[in-house]
């Protein structure tokens, strides 16, 4: 998975607010499930965690470097190791990210634009949560090692 791509996308979608309300509406949907909220290190708050999707996203479409500034490479695939990444999450996690994408976009003027859009950004989430699943689901093929016994 590549981490750059065409510049024109995020000024074609309004820049960086843009991907502000995206988030903000996906972490509107995180905050209230019971499967994928407990995965989040700082669920007490959840600012931290959507500044810095919104700005991975932004500079991923061609915004600011802000989020490697801060962050570094974004090895998203290391990252998630932390978190188990199940088809019931991977599932979970992209039907919020549906929801946020088809919210974002509803305010734009021209409805052919908007499903380009929406287009364009679920050809990345789609594989791109499946690319980070790091869990068969199966009870007895996990890639996480067993707890210690006793
Ligand atoms: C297209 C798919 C995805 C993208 C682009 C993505 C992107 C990101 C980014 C950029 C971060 C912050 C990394 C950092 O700087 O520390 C993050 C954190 C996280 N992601 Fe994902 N993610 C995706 C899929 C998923 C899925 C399927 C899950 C399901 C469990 C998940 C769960 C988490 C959790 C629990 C965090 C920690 C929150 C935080 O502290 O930032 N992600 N993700």
New binding site residues.
């Given amino acids: 998975m590549s981490d750059v791509q065409d510049v024109s996308f995020f000024d074609r979608v309004g820049g960086q607010p843009f991907f502000d309300r995206l988030v903000d509406v996906f972490y509107d949907g995180i905050a209230v499930d019971p499967v994928?909220l407990p995965?989040?290190?700082?669920q007490h708050d959840l600012g931290?965690?959507r500044r810095?999707?919104a700005l991975?996203?932004g500079q991923?479409w061609g915004g600011p470097t802000t989020?490697s500034d801060e962050?570094g490479h974004?090895r998203?695939r290391m990252?998630?190791m932390t978190?188990?990444?199940g088809p019931l999450?991977?599932d979970?996690?992209?039907h919020h990210?549906v929801h946020a994408v088809e919210t974002a976009t509803d305010s734009f003027t021209d409805p052919a634009e908007a499903a380009a859009v929406q287009q364009v950004l679920l050809a990345?989430?789609v594989p791109?949560?499946e690319?980070?699943?790091n869990d068969t689901g199966l009870p007895i093929s996990s890639v996480r090692p067993a707890p210690p016994a006793g």
């Fill in positions: 994928l995965l989040y290190p700082e931290p965690a810095r999707l991975f996203l991923y989020y962050r974004p998203l990252r998630h978190f188990t990444v999450e991977r979970r996690w992209l990210m990345y989430f791109a949560a690319h980070l699943r």
